[in-house]
């Protein structure tokens, strides 16, 4: 390729320019001298670098740049440090550099961002370490985050370039944390673009699909919504009102979820769109007006009761607020409309920095943001578990949709979804927790356990005698009350392990028996423990007896210098050997379909991979490698945490060898059904079952069949031949979310 380098110098220059045009409008005094100077840097920093599509690499800080600018709505101080965020992890310069040309706060920022990037490929908690890194600067500051996110936004973009594992990879993460990230901080416009790339570089196909089919169905869709809007206009017009009305189709991914979760095609997923209606109103006649649309709309259109969401009264703690309602059309279509006004809008969409703009005039709108901030900031300074353990259970907490409840002072209290009486105990105080025994909720008594509802007032009952047990765990959904039992289990089990130990010795001195490591190493794996402390910790709580250890004595190792560590508990570092080793074997690609027997691996049985669909392999530690579909319900927590267990994978075309996976098939009863089913499978498609099992329910039948076929177009024969059959209603793939 020859390069034009006038050409790309324009280029740089027009796009710097486009950066500088964008932010005009929040400049102060000397800040465009100080984004001159941090583009000059970078520039000169990254000068001979590119990126893996051959562009320049300053087009990327560029972009992130104009990012945070346009679509998050952040300053001069962003723009400096998303400009120079690549130059300390990938160029000479040093931090000591930006403090002395743009002060402390620069500084800090981008010390954060190079905490918190780099290549993740060794050690399998490494990711979720430099994640919790990431969140704890967040507690500093927020921009941290936010330009992280723009960059994050702009990678993949960009990420056709990148080789296919790399593609899987960096989705995956995506969709397991960024994503998250991204709709817990209320951005709604850059959660929904992480989410839609994440489908189009894991499932093409589908994606395609569906963009085609709100291509295809957009004309009628339009003229539906202008129809449907018509009244309401002619209404707001009579009552003066300024407002727009917008009528969008969903995300691409949350489309997929629909079909995904119901397992229906496009054209029977009903809520395609939702009709949003944005009014320009002061502040003080927000939630008036608000409601006065409400009245509007459901003058025309019946609203569906159970669907109303008032999220202008008590916000989401994301910071979202609006009002939504479901109402029939006049074809007997639900709708869901959606009433904010502008300054809603643009929380909604951009997020915290929407935030920030709006502080002044609604002041009272930011406390639960901040509230928010200050709680992950407490989480992360009490949490010391493992990383992975952190960042699962901060996922849980992302996802969740908040329970309000009061304390018995009236004082409201935020919660995940799902959350206990247990959950509010440890909210208030960990000693609270520590000693709960149960809850008056609205006046009555209800156990530990009681699972929280909206509005609820809870006083908590302790008592001294009490303590945290370990089913306490499965209890709490916070990520708050998890850690806390968990430390005090941790401390519990380390004074029983202690004195287990104390009688070990003991013990092993009254039977002459030198207690050496090895000694001990024997006995672990003798009594089958996972670990040293875990073998004190059974001898403490008295399940391996003093009976138990004389017949220790009994036991011969069969070769007692070789006291191989028992993998599946080993530490990371056997772990990393082991993986190693098995990676060796194919470091290029893994060819699957060849011989099953002579290579080590196997098909996974929660996503049942067939000749034909994109799959990847993951190396387990005790059977070999594991071959999963990338659209598994497990791929995106296989690949975000464990990158380096990821080999690539792909099938080698072969005609002989049949492959396991399910079908389920749904339709209405009739007398012979079966019969024609296993026929059609067995006789004339010669595919043979290996199990099949049907139940019936009032006329409705539902059937699981696995069976052995060749690859995908075999399969999608099969399904089409089934679907044919009379009373079948449906025929699909099915997966088990359970790992195996
Ligand atoms: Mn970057």
């Given at each position: 390729m020859v390069i034009d380098v006038e050409q790309e110098k324009r280029e740089i220059i027009n796009r710097y320019r486009k950066l500088l045009r964008k932010a005009k409008p929040i400049l102060k005094d000397g800040d465009a001298r100080q984004i001159k100077k941090a583009f000059t840097m970078a520039l000169e920093a990254h000068k001979d670098m590119r990126r893996k599509s051959g562009e320049p690499y300053i087009f990327h800080p560029l972009a992130v740049a104009q990012i945070c600018v346009e679509e998050i709505g952040l300053g001069t101080t962003s723009i400096i440090s998303a400009l120079l965020h690549d130059v300390v992890e990938d160029t000479d310069i040093e931090l000591s550099d930006i403090e002395r040309m743009f002060g402390k706060k620069v500084t800090r920022i981008i010390d954060g961002l190079t905490k918190v990037?780099?290549?993740?490929?060794?050690?399998?908690s490494q990711q979720a370490e430099n994640f919790r890194k990431m969140l704890f600067t967040l507690s500093e500051d927020v921009r941290v985050i936010l330009i992280k996110l723009a960059d994050r936004l702009h990678n993949m973009r960009t990420l056709?370039?990148?080789?296919r594992n790399k593609q899987l990879k960096v989705a995956s993460e995506t969709i397991y944390l960024y994503a998250p990230l991204a709709h817990r901080l209320g951005l709604n416009a850059i959660k929904s673009e992480l989410e839609d790339l994440y489908l189009r570089f894991t499932d093409r196909a589908v994606y395609d699909s569906i963009v085609r089919n709100i291509d295809d169905t957009r004309a009628s869709r339009n003229k539906f919504i202008k129809q449907f809007v018509q009244p309401i206009r002619e209404e707001l017009d009579r009552h003066k009102i300024n407002y727009e009305i917008k009528g969008r189709p969903k995300s691409i991914f949350s489309i997929w979820n629909k079909m995904r979760k119901q397992n229906i095609?496009?054209?029977?997923?009903?809520?395609l769109f939702a009709v949003r209606i944005i009014i320009d109103t002061p502040l003080e006649n927000e939630k008036a007006l608000c409601w006065q649309v409400y009245s509007i709309v459901t003058d025309f259109y019946t609203p569906n009761p159970d669907r109303l969401r008032d999220w202008i009264s008590t916000p989401k703690a994301n910071g979202y607020e609006s009002l939504h309602t479901t109402v029939m059309a006049k074809n007997g279509q639900w709708v869901e409309v959606q009433i904010r006004t502008k300054r809603m809008d643009d929380i909604a969409e951009k997020g915290y920095a929407a935030h920030w703009k709006y502080k002044e005039t609604a002041a009272a709108h930011e406390s639960n943001l901040e509230k928010w901030l200050i709680k992950v900031r407490d989480t992360l300074q009490q949490n010391d578990h493992s990383a992975l353990d952190f960042v699962n259970d901060f996922r849980g907490n992302l996802f969740s949709e908040e329970v309000f409840v009061f304390t018995p002072k009236g004082e409201l209290k935020t919660l995940p979804y799902g959350a206990t009486a247990l959950d509010f105990a440890f909210e208030i105080h960990t000693q609270v927790g520590s000693k709960c025994i149960g809850a008056k909720v609205n006046n009555k008594l209800v156990p530990i356990n009681y699972i929280l509802k909206n509005g609820d007032q809870i006083e908590i009952l302790t008592s001294q005698k009490q303590k945290p047990h370990e089913d306490w765990l499965r209890f709490v959904v916070s990520s708050k009350a998890k850690s806390r039992i968990k430390d005090v289990l941790k401390e519990d089990k380390k004074k029983i392990a202690e004195d287990g130990k104390e009688i070990l010795l003991r013990k092993l001195n009254q039977m002459k028996i030198d207690s050496s490591q090895l000694i001990i190493e024997q006995m672990r794996e003798y009594f089958n423990a996972p670990s040293h402390l875990d073998l004190y910790y059974r001898i403490g709580k008295g399940i391996i007896t003093v009976a138990d250890i004389k017949r220790f004595k009994e036991y011969k190792p069969?070769?007692?210098?070789?006291?191989?560590?028992?993998?599946?508990?080993?530490?990371a570092k056997t772990i990393e050997q082991e993986i190693t080793k098995i990676k060796g074997r194919y470091e290029d690609i893994l060819l699957i379909g060849e011989d099953m027997d002579v290579v080590d691996y196997k098909l996974a049985k929660c996503c049942t991979p067939i000749p034909g669909d994109d799959v990847f392999g993951f190396v387990t530690v005790n059977e070999g490698i594991k071959i999963h579909r990338t659209?598994?319900?497990n791929a995106a927590e296989l690949l975000a945490n464990h990158g380096n267990r990821v080999v690539k994978a792909k099938w080698t075309s072969q005609h002989e060898v049949a492959f396991l996976t399910g079908l389920k098939v749904r339709g209405t009863d009739r007398v012979g059904l079966i019969n024609d089913v296993s026929k059609i499978i067995s006789?004339?498609?010669k595919v043979n079952m290996s199990s099949m099992s049907f139940f019936t329910d009032s006329g409705i039948f539902e059937g699981e069949i696995m069976l052995y076929v060749h690859d995908t177009r075999h399969l999608e024969q099969l399904i089409n031949k089934l679907e044919q059959v009379e009373g079948v209603v449906k025929v699909s793939r099915f997966d088990s979310k359970s790992l195996e």
């Open positions: 990037s780099g290549v993740f490929e060794f050690g399998t056709e370039s990148m080789p095609p496009f054209e029977e997923v009903y809520d069969k070769s007692p210098l070789k006291t191989r560590p028992n993998i599946r508990v080993a530490d659209t598994c319900p006789e004339e498609l």
